[in-house]
């Protein structure tokens, strides 16, 4: 019933950018917060960045100055500004979003896309 579908992923060399998009369709009432975690092969999905519906962003310490996470409440998307990036940030990104569903009161429910693939090449 709650899609979170990503988009904006691909190839970009050593120091280019991205932008990520993020898009929550469905019966809902608004999205609390929402965010990004990242995979890369062989490792551990870790919090990339999160940004509350107060708008209050938290990043890990490896993109911080580089990546910037926004929303856009009206169209229930999150975006992840990516610049200056790097090999090591290859990996397949996956959005959050923690949404209030019209159907279950506003009931709070936390709801994964399936991953966009970021790969930055030296």
């Known amino acids: 019933q709650v899609e979170v579908a990503e988009s904006g992923g691909g190839l970009v060399q050593a120091g280019g950018s991205l932008r990520l998009s993020c898009v929550v369709s469905g019966n809902i009432f608004g999205i609390d917060s929402m965010g990004w975690y990242r995979q890369a092969p062989g490792k551990q999905r870790d919090m990339v960045a999160t940004v509350t519906s107060a708008g209050t962003t938290d990043y890990v310490d490896a993109v911080k100055g580089r990546f910037n996470i926004s929303r856009d409440n009206a169209r229930n998307t999150g975006y992840l500004q990516m610049n200056s990036l790097k090999p090591e940030d290859t990996a397949i990104y996956y959005c959050?979003?923690?949404?209030?569903?019209?159907?279950?009161?506003?009931?709070?429910?936390?709801?994964w896309g399936r991953g966009t693939q970021v790969t930055v090449s030296s």
């Open positions: 959050y979003a923690n949404v209030r569903l019209v159907s279950s009161s506003g009931r709070l429910y936390n709801y």
